[in-house]
């Protein structure tokens, strides 16, 4: 079942991502064009509160032309451990530090084109770290919104969140709080 690649052609290098064109051998020995989105990995964190609140954000996503509601996320930096990322994302989106981490798994978001690794954290213990609020890239504009927990399962449910992320790490996070 393994593809052995031929050659490869750089398309594209930009600031998120990089996208190549290979060529590959099939194991019927026929060849195949494959594009390939190269991306650094992210880390998702579902933020929890005392009261069973979701700390959610809300942002316009261009390639929809909408906004979504997800938990808060981003890119990981060169050398950077997810962990520290999920840490660092947290508190940059929402201005909140957790006392505990637990790791719920990997997802693949697009794994039939792009190498994109998304790290899945529950963070518990929030704290308000800044008198500030978040500390927003520039390009960055995002609203913090508090949900019941099972209203954001209902909200999954209900067709009203399409985010994966968002909606894998809630789902593994229930069955986890349930056990």
Known sequence: MIEKQMSTEQIYNGKILRLRKDEVELINDNKAVREVVEHSGGVCVLPLTECDQVVLVKQFRYPFEKVLLEIPAGKLELGESPLECGKRELYEETGFNAKTFDFLGKLYPTPAYCTEVIHMYLARGLCDASNEGQHLDQDEFVDV??????KV???????EIHDAKTQLAMLKAKVMLNN
């Open 145 to 150: 919104v508090k949900m019941p927990f099972d």
């Open 153 to 159: 399962i209902d909200m999954i449910f209900n067709d």
